[in-house]
C-alpha cells in the first residue's frame, strides 16, 4: 500500500526566502506523487506531479520537486517565496491497487510568508 | 474553458434534513470523485465513478450516496445530516483508468453547515 507522510503541519517563512515544504512516500512500487495547493475556501489546484520521466518537477507559480528514490522524498521547493504562495500545500500518491488514480493525500503544510 | 463546476458553494441544511450537492464537468473526463474534507484535515474518498461504475469506499458512512445520471453530472446525496457531517464537500474528476499518474481535476467546492 502507499502512503505519504508530510512533516511539518506550519510552515513559516518570510518573503523572498526559500521555501521547502516536505513529503516523504511508502510505496512497494514506482510511485505516482502530486502536490496541491488549496487557497482557503477554495478546491485543489495542481502544482506539479512525478510520473518517471524525470526526476526534478517543475510546476506552476515557480514551485519545482525532486524525486529522490534512496530517500524517499518529493520535497517541494520554491526560490523565493511571494505573499501569494500563503496557502495549504497536499503531497499525494496514487493508490496502484486500484484500476483508477485513487489519490492518497498526506496531512497537509499551511505556508504562511510574512512580509 | 473546461472546468469542474459545483453547485452550490455554501449550503446550510437542517439536523436531518436530506441535502444534494451537485458537480458538473466539461472535461468528458470518465472518473468522477467525492471527497470530504473536515477542518484542516486531508481530503477523504468517500465514492468515485468509472463511468457509471460506482466505487463506494470501505469506510463511507451509508447515509452518504451518489448518482451520475451522466458523463456530465454527479450528485452527493446526505440523507440525514448530522453535525457531524459539516465540512468542505470537493468533486474531482480524471481521465480515465489507471493507475498512471493522470491528474485529479478539482471543483471548488461545496461547504456545508448543519444546524
Known amino acids: 500500500a502507499q502512503s505519504v507522510t508530510q512533516l511539518g503541519s506550519h510552515v513559516s517563512v518570510s518573503e523572498g526566502a526559500l521555501v521547502l515544504l516536505r513529503c516523504n512516500y511508502s510505496?512497494?512500487?514506482?510511485?505516482?506523487l502530486f502536490w496541491y495547493v488549496q487557497y482557503p475556501n477554495q478546491g485543489l489546484q495542481l502544482l506539479l506531479k512525478?510520473?518517471?520521466?524525470?526526476?526534478l518537477v517543475k510546476g506552476i507559480n515557480g514551485f519545482e520537486a525532486e524525486f529522490k528514490k534512496s530517500e524517499t522524498s518529493f520535497h517541494l521547493t520554491k526560490p523565493s517565496a511571494h505573499m501569494s504562495d500563503a496557502a495549504e500545500y497536499f503531497c499525494?500518491?496514487?493508490?496502484?491497487?486500484?484500476?483508477?488514480?485513487?489519490?492518497?493525500f498526506g496531512t497537509g503544510t499551511r505556508l504562511q510568508v510574512f512580509p | 474553458d473546461a472546468m469542474v463546476i459545483q453547485n452550490p458553494r455554501y449550503q446550510v441544511t437542517q439536523f436531518g434534513k436530506p441535502v444534494t450537492l451537485s458537480c458538473s464537468q466539461t472535461?468528458?473526463?470518465?472518473?468522477m470523485y467525492w471527497y470530504q474534507q473536515k477542518s484542516s484535515q486531508a481530503p477523504k474518498l468517500l465514492f468515485h465513478?468509472?463511468?457509471?461504475?460506482?466505487?463506494n469506499e470501505a469506510d463511507t458512512p451509508d447515509n452518504f450516496q451518489s448518482r451520475r445520471p451522466n458523463t456530465s453530472f454527479c450528485f452527493l446525496d446526505i440523507r440525514s445530516p448530522g453535525l457531524g457531517d459539516a465540512a468542505m464537500y470537493l468533486c474531482?474528476?480524471?481521465?480515465?483508468?489507471?493507475?498512471?499518474?493522470?491528474?485529479?481535476?478539482f471543483g471548488p467546492g461545496t461547504r456545508l453547515l448543519v444546524l
Open positions: 512525478y510520473t518517471s520521466a524525470a526526476t
Open positions: 499525494a500518491v496514487s493508490d496502484q491497487s486500484y484500476n483508477t488514480d485513487k489519490l492518497i
Open positions: 474531482a474528476t480524471s481521465k480515465g483508468r489507471g493507475p498512471r499518474g493522470e491528474t485529479q481535476y
Open positions: 472535461l468528458n473526463h470518465n472518473v
Open positions: 510505496s512497494s512500487v514506482p510511485p505516482y
Open positions: 465513478y468509472y463511468d457509471k461504475d460506482f466505487n
